[in-house]
């Protein structure tokens, strides 16, 4: 064989060889001042990125152009200086366990009443996903840009969700001026330093919580809502006297939507509606008659992602009460028209309230029952006065007397209301207006008393029929109390104990019979706390109320907007 045949197959081998030698030697994958290909060189250039991103600076390669925005850059600063500037959540291309466990808090959010949009969730999922398609270590797991977006994303949602489990997102309660309203930078680390030295991400957030029996009722019920949720846009339906024409069109669809009704293409009888509202009705707990009322429409047009905002709403309200509340206190919920006497987080009565009209609302306060009325007497406010018994007396004299009322001078003399000329007063009237004690007396036969001013107070009433309708925010602001009775029973024992209550209760019930006027002073006062809650969480379920004073639709438009 000639040599020079047999030489030019082996040269062309070795090219070949050297080519792919050559080749290997210097695949270090992309290019670019992003991109790191060592230990050292991925901690200096993420520390110097870190650095540039906190101080506000948009950076961007050829391969990562997402811009990211950080809420709380003066916190987030402040953590990266006490750690020494460094990936806090990565390491060696790797998330380390706690990035994991903020990952998968951050998309699980809901169950604590937070919006996962609201800490970076869909950013750090782009920025993962690039990094689990780099499973060769080819190419993004080398970008210390990325890392750095990533590591200052997941310091920018950890502090943001720390801030919203301990504060939620609502203005500050004016009631209850907390001591901690407002956290400082050392307080963020300090949440921080605890992941570092091994406690769960998830111990170290449900810290934070509000330590409230409602506010866990209502996490409880939130697990089954988010079970169960349909986030199904519904069909809206107007009000019958708004559109009459197609009210009835798009109830039945509504209806149909939601399985109330078997179909929506065959036109359904009034009957047939009325059937459908009844079963949504009973399903809702609203008043069961049939009749799309306000409250039912309004309901028919609550989507589920509408309801969860209102829980979210709830759970941040418990976040504004005192950070340690008495272990003893009166709970009233003037939306759910309920009272609960709570001691040691346990009901140990429960009551149905009446609470204030949307004109005259109960209003949300703090305070402490100091002393009880039997058989009191009530005096209007000069509210009730000049909108509601100065016109009616102007119509009618008679009124006073046939609402049991007395008008008295400065003096406390009688006032014959036809002797008084009523047309020279149009707000107010310089006499004080009465309505005896008795049966007919609109604070019944007894009166909690506590200091406040906004002179409501909670008792009991002439119109307990009342009691029995499931709508009952009818009063001027007042609590009227179902279990009145129970109640002034459990204030005195709790005030002296039950061996010394015995005859204090007999005295008590003696004045009742005899219908008398007396007062009890209780000295050991029990605590008592108005709030106006929507939803509430019992038996693993949420139970939502109507919103007669729309406060949570106007939180959700001013604090929840497009969620």
Not at 164 to 171: A, E, Q, S, V, Y
Not at 209 to 217: I, M, V
Not at 261 to 274: E, G
Request: charged share 25%; proline share 5%; glycine share 6%.
């Amino acid at each position: 064989m000639n040599k020079r045949s047999t030489l030019y197959p082996l040269l062309a081998g070795c090219s070949i060889f050297l080519l792919v030698i050559f080749s290997c030697n210097n695949n270090k994958g992309p290019s670019g001042p992003a991109f790191a290909f060592s230990p050292e060189e991925m901690k200096e250039k993420t520390a110097a990125y870190i650095n540039d991103l906190l101080s506000g600076k948009n950076i961007s390669s050829e391969t990562d152009s997402m811009a990211i925005e950080v809420k709380e850059p003066k916190v987030a600063e402040y953590i990266y200086d006490q750690n020494g500037v460094t990936t806090l959540w990565s390491q060696d291309k790797k998330w380390l366990p706690r990035g994991d466990a903020l990952y998968d808090f951050v998309n699980n959010a809901k169950q604590y009443g937070l919006f996962p949009e609201d800490y970076h969730l869909a950013e750090l999922t782009t920025i993962r996903d690039r990094f689990i398609a780099d499973s060769l270590d080819e190419g993004d797991r080398h970008n210390a840009l990325l890392w750095s977006k990533a590591d200052v994303l997941f310091t920018d949602a950890f502090i943001n969700v720390v801030k919203d489990i301990k504060l939620g997102r609502l203005p500050n309660d004016s009631i209850t001026l907390r001591k901690d309203s407002v956290l400082d930078k050392e307080f963020y680390e300090k949440q921080f330093a605890a992941l570092t030295k091994g406690e769960g991400l998830v111990k170290v957030i449900e810290s934070l919580e509000p330590d409230e029996r409602g506010y866990h009722e209502l996490k409880k019920g939130l697990k089954d809502f988010l079970a169960h949720a349909d986030y199904q846009n519904f069909t809206k339906v107007p009000s019958s006297s708004k559109d009459p024409k197609n009210y009835k069109p798009l109830l039945q669809k509504r209806l149909f939507e939601g399985g109330y009704l078997a179909t929506d293409s065959v036109k359904a009888d009034s009957v047939q509606l009325a059937e459908a509202v009844k079963k949504f009705q009973k399903e809702k707990g609203l008043a069961v008659d049939g009749v799309v009322g306000e409250a039912t429409l309004r309901t028919l047009n609550t989507s589920d992602n509408e309801k969860f905002i209102r829980i979210a709403i709830s759970m941040d309200k418990y976040k504004l009460l005192p950070e340690k509340m008495p272990e003893k206190y009166v709970w009233v919920n003037a939306a759910g028209n309920y009272m609960e006497v709570v001691e040691d987080e346990e009901v140990k009565l429960y009551s149905k309230v009446i609470c204030g009209k949307a004109k005259t609302r109960t209003p949300v306060l703090n305070s402490a029952i100091s002393q009880i009325i039997t058989y009191p007497q009530w005096v209007p406010p000069p509210s009730i006065v000049g909108k509601e018994i100065l016109p009616a007396v102007k119509r009618d004299p008679g009124y006073l007397a046939k609402k049991g009322f007395s008008l008295l001078d400065k003096d406390g003399e009688e006032v014959d209301p036809y002797s008084v000329d009523w047309s020279k007063y149009s707000k107010g009237i310089p006499y004080r207006v009465v309505q005896g004690s008795g049966d007919a007396n609109a604070l019944g036969i007894m009166k909690f008393h506590f200091a406040n001013k906004y002179s409501v107070y909670l008792h009991d009433t002439n119109q307990r029929y009342l009691f029995s309708s499931p709508m009952r925010s009818l009063s001027h602001g007042c609590v009227r109390v179902q279990e009145w009775q129970k109640l002034a029973w459990y204030i005195m024992e709790n005030d002296i104990g039950p061996s010394g209550n015995e005859s204090r209760i007999d005295s008590v019930k003696s004045w009742l019979n005899r219908k008398a006027k007396k007062y009890v002073s209780i000295k050991k006062t029990l605590p008592v706390f108005i709030r106006y809650m929507t939803c509430s969480g019992q038996d693993g379920k949420i139970v939502f109320y109507d919103d007669p004073y729309n406060e949570d639709e106007m939180l959700s438009q001013q604090y929840f907007a497009g969620k």
